[in-house]
């Protein structure tokens, strides 16, 4: 196919992205009798609609919409590639929006953020700390965090962090006056502070495994709550236990103003995951970032 049936399929896609001739000649810098001319002789060489006219809108024939889907996501990386090779020439720039939990920001992502702003000073960063499980694609982000259990399959996903293990932890004092559990299923008889799952509303079960035996336990809640940071200073603060990340009580278990139990029922677990679409179109600075980001040598971040 000649190079000028390629100028009129691109100018067949950007009339059916825009639903509209005055729109997408704007776009294109043409006359609106010269791109309607375009599109017209296309067809008549292929010898079959692609756009349905009226006064008020132009759509797509259901021929035209199949070769508007198979060629749009074409032309989009012909352009994101030139684009690309554009940025090699200079420093990368732009925004990078990313939607992760807030312990992952606190305890895995910061080492590597702080090396990307530091290298990168012409690209904006953009963390947003929300529990949620986002829709990356519907909330316009480049990318998310998630545990690896929690990944849909359509995405692709880069660890960021190594197996992680949950802790239940407890002050000295409250130790003292209420004893130590030995079970799981001992918890039932303590005051405990629990999150609550922002996706559902629920609260967060606390699941245990030993030598392939599972336990889940809903414990008797003496507060509830939907931050970490809250939860760890309830505990140091001898209101009841917390299960949590242990990475996320290291300091106060290394100063004692908390201790650990049933340490031999906390089985490890896939990690946190950067994860994107599997048709995103990566800028440069998306790439640089996800390099940073990236495990290596068995370390993360």
Known sequence: MSQENFNDLYAFVCVAQEGSFTKAAAKLNVSQSALSQTVRNLEQRMGIRLLSRTTRSVATTHAGERLFVKLAPLFEDVTQELQDINELRDCPRGLIRITTPEFAIEHVMWP???RFVEK??????ELNADNRLV???????DAGVRLGEMLAKDMIAMPISPELRIAVVGSPSYFAQHGIPRHPK???????INWR?????GLLPWEFERDGEKISIRPNNSLILNTSTAGVRAAVDSMGLFYTMEEAVQAELENGSLVRVLEDWCAPFPGFYLYYPSRHHRSQ????????MRCKEGRCS
């Open 186 to 192: 001992e918890l039932m008889q303590h005051r405990c």
């Open 135 to 141: 829709d990356i694609v519907g909330e316009r982000y």
């Open 285 to 292: 600075a998306f790439s640089l970032f996800l390099e940073e």
């Open 112 to 114: 590597g953020v702080k």
């Open 120 to 125: 990168y000073p012409d690209v904006t960063l």
């Open 197 to 201: 799952l922002p996706t559902v509303g």
